[in-house]
Structure formats: structure tokens, C-alpha cells
């Protein structure tokens, strides 16, 4: 990589045509992904590449004019001090608010970055160009502010971050919630009938692990081959299948880690307040994103966990 200070003015010229190149692919990939569920959006986004494209073509005419037709590839990676963004198509699917902070940040660094390539120019009509494209980038700004008021009226606004929140429900936090809810609660009774059965802790743990582990497996096959997503547009199954199973494991793990405490009691003890706490959390998400009451989200949650736990006690103790 290179600095930016020791690029001369035609690799600078040669660069500010490549990010607006990129820019203006990058708004176009966001645009289609977004055309087919927030077509609103997506027509500001397909605005803004258009005026990219207008940057980059009097980019080209000056560079033209200073050092003819062969233009040399200099992209931001070459360049130290330019912010590494991913591509659009790793960041599928696309999150509103995501992609509307990631259009914010690249032109703030633009706008930079013209400022200072203008500053050290030394030709004037090099210096002037990129002066007024700094301008430009603060006036697409706007425009962009401009464009979404247009295209995103406050009633379109909220119809597309409630369809957003609603996909996100469906895709992330439903696969997620029902693993977090099997491995906290399945993995109880197997848990706690160790503890009591054997009065060892690391017989517990092992037990635990093992429940854990395979609960999570077993959830997580269990929901990719459930639903391909093509009909209830519930997502990608090999991701809903690897949420669900990491959040099964993760509650069934979450309360058998503290059985590698070597005191039985205190491993008990701490073991039982885990359990509280991930009950609680699977009330609260419950709350939070599926519109249940809080109350009656904790008695449903307490009343399966207590069953469950019951069951652990009474086979441990018998």
C-alpha cells in the first residue's frame, strides 16, 4: 500500500475516478437489492448512483484533457487511511438502516478525501475540479436527504422499517428464541438429575455438555430441513438451522459451565441462578419482539422451566 501523500496528481485523478466508479456500482447493487420488498428506497439509491456517474464523467474529461486516455488502476485498498467496506452481496440481506449508514460513511470519506487531494494540487483546474467535487459531495448529501424525503414520505418510512423489523423477526429472532428456549429448558432435567443422581460436579458438566451439544445439533437440522424459505420467506434454512442450533447450545451450556466448580453446593447454586437469568432473558426477548405481555411471557417461560427442572430433581433424588 501507499501513501496518499506521495501519489501524484494523475494517480489522484486515476483514483477519484475508480471511487466513483465503485461508489456508483455500490448504489446500484444496493438499489436492486432492495427493488423487490422497499422499492422507495431503492429508487433513492438508483438516483444516487446516477449522480456518481456525472461525477466520474467530468473526473474523465479533465483527466483526459491533463494526461490522455490510459488511466492506471489505483483502488482504495492500495491507498493507506481509505475505510475497508464490504461489498453489498456479503451484506445480504440487506438491513435499511445498515445500508443508509453505509452510503452516510462513504460519502463523508469522499468528501474528505477531495478536500485533501484538492489541497495539495498544484494545477488549478485540477485544484478547482476536486475542490468542487468536495462541494458536491456535501450537496449529494443533501440531495440524499432530498431524495429520501421525496421517495420515503414518513407513512412509507415507517411501512418499510415495520416490514424491515418484521423480516428481521421472522429470519433471526424466531429461530433464534425457539433454540435458546429448548436449550435452557430441555437440557435441565438431564442436568440436574446428574447432580443429584451422582452429587458430582464434573459427572454434571459432562452430562450437560453432551446434552447441549446434541440438543443444539439435533435443533439445528431439525430447522434448516423444517422450511426451505421459498414460501414463508423465512430466509436462508442453513442459516436459520445455524442460529437455532448455536442458541440451543448456547442455553444448554450457559447453566452447565458452572458445574465445573468443584463444590457441589455452590456449583448448584450458581447453576440454579444461571437458569433464572436465561428464563428471564427468554421472557424479555419474548416481550420485546413478539409483542407478548411481560407478564404473562414470565409465567409461561417460569411454568415450562419449573416443570422441567421438577422432573430433573425428582428423577436426580429418586
Known amino acids: ?19 466513483e466508479e465503485e461508489d456508483n456500482r455500490v448504489y446500484t447493487d444496493i438499489a436492486e ?41 489505483i483502488r482504495r485498498q492500495d491507498v493507506r487511511g481509505f475505510i475497508h467496506h464490504k461489498p453489498v452481496w456479503q451484506i445480504y440481506p440487506l438491513n435499511l438502516d445498515e445500508v443508509r449508514n453505509l452510503a452516510e460513511s462513504m460519502e463523508t ?16 483546474s485540477v485544484r478547482k475540479l476536486l475542490g468542487d467535487l468536495a462541494e458536491a459531495e456535501v450537496e449529494h448529501e443533501h440531495r440524499a436527504d432530498q431524495l429520501r424525503d421525496q421517495n420515503l414520505p414518513d407513512n412509507v418510512r415507517r411501512g418499510e422499517d415495520a416490514h424491515a423489523r418484521a423480516s428481521f423477526v421472522l429470519k433471526v429472532i424466531q429461530p433464534g428464541l425457539a433454540g435458546l428456549m429448548d436449550g435452557s429448558v430441555s437440557t435441565l432435567a438431564p442436568v440436574f438429575a446428574a447432580a443429584l443422581a451422582t452429587q458430582n460436579t464434573w459427572q454434571a458438566f459432562v452430562v450437560g455438555l453432551a446434552a447441549s451439544i446434541g440438543a443444539g445439533i439435533s435443533m439445528g437440522f431439525a430447522e434448516a430441513l423444517s422450511d426451505n424459505g421459498s414460501l414463508t420467506g423465512r430466509g436462508a434454512p442453513v442459516i436459520r438451522g445455524a442460529i437455532t442450533g448455536a442458541m440451543t447450545t448456547l442455553g444448554g451450556i450457559g447453566h452447565t459451565l458452572p458445574f465445573l466448580i468443584p463444590s457441589f453446593w455452590t456449583a448448584m447454586s450458581v447453576a440454579v441462578a444461571v437458569v433464572v437469568a436465561e428464563l428471564a432473558a427468554i421472557s424479555w426477548i419474548r416481550w420485546k419482539y413478539m ?27 429418586s
Request: charged share 25%; proline share 4%; hydrophobic share 45%.
Open 1 to 19: 500500500m501507499r501513501n496518499f501523500s506521495d501519489l501524484t496528481e494523475r494517480e489522484v485523478l486515476a483514483l477519484a475516478i475508480a471511487n
Open 33 to 73: 437489492g432492495l427493488r423487490a420488498d422497499y422499492p422507495a428506497s431503492a429508487s433513492v439509491f438508483t438516483e444516487m448512483a446516477e449522480e456518481e456517474s456525472e461525477h466520474r464523467q467530468r473526473l474523465l474529461e479533465l483527466y483526459r484533457a491533463k494526461f490522455g486516455e490510459h488511466i492506471p488502476l
Open 109 to 124: 470519506e469522499t468528501q474528505q478525501f477531495y478536500r485533501r487531494a484538492a489541497a495539495r494540487s498544484e494545477d488549478v
Open 291 to 317: 409483542d407478548t405481555p411481560p407478564v404473562y411471557a414470565t409465567l409461561q417461560v417460569a411454568f415450562g422451566g419449573a416443570l422441567v427442572f421438577a422432573t430433573g430433581i425428582l428423577i436426580g433424588s
